[in-house]
């Protein structure tokens, strides 16, 4: 059973930045694929970003290419989503996921095997 745990949630500006960390237990971390979701009110729970067991390969959402980068670091069993030039559009609970899939496609598919419980979003105008 592997447990995921977000942080790095909060409070910021238009054009700030805020880095959210994802801290995996239970499990061997390096034979998961990672992602991050994340769910406005009223809205469906959308892919942000996808990372490959490696780390090689990543996947971004249109509305956040070029502003978000997801890394990982399988030393420390974490998982990172740098979200940089945030809009208000941006503010939602930012979830992370794994997948014991090699590639992130399942994630893409919304099939994971755990979620992390969430952490709040939320960019002021």
């Known amino acids: 059973q592997v447990q995921l745990v977000e942080s790095g949630g909060g409070l910021v500006q238009t054009g700030g930045s805020l880095r959210l960390s994802c801290a995996a237990s239970?499990?061997?971390?390096?034979?998961?694929?990672m992602g991050w979701f994340r769910q406005a009110p009223g809205k469906e729970r959308d892919v942000v970003a996808a990372?490959?067991?490696?780390?090689?390969?990543?996947y971004y959402a249109d509305s956040v290419k070029g502003r978000f980068t997801i890394s990982r670091d399988n030393a420390k069993n974490t998982v990172y989503l740098q979200m940089n030039s945030l809009k208000p559009e941006d503010t939602a609970v930012y979830y992370c996921?794994?997948?014991?899939?090699?590639?992130?496609?399942?994630?893409?598919?919304?099939?994971?095997?755990?979620w992390g419980q969430g952490t709040q979003v939320t960019v002021s105008s």
């Open positions: 239970g499990g061997t971390f390096s034979m998961y694929a």
């Open positions: 990372i490959t067991r490696s780390g090689y390969m990543t």
């Open positions: 996921a794994a997948s014991i899939q090699s590639s992130y496609r399942a994630i893409l598919e919304h099939e994971c095997d755990y």
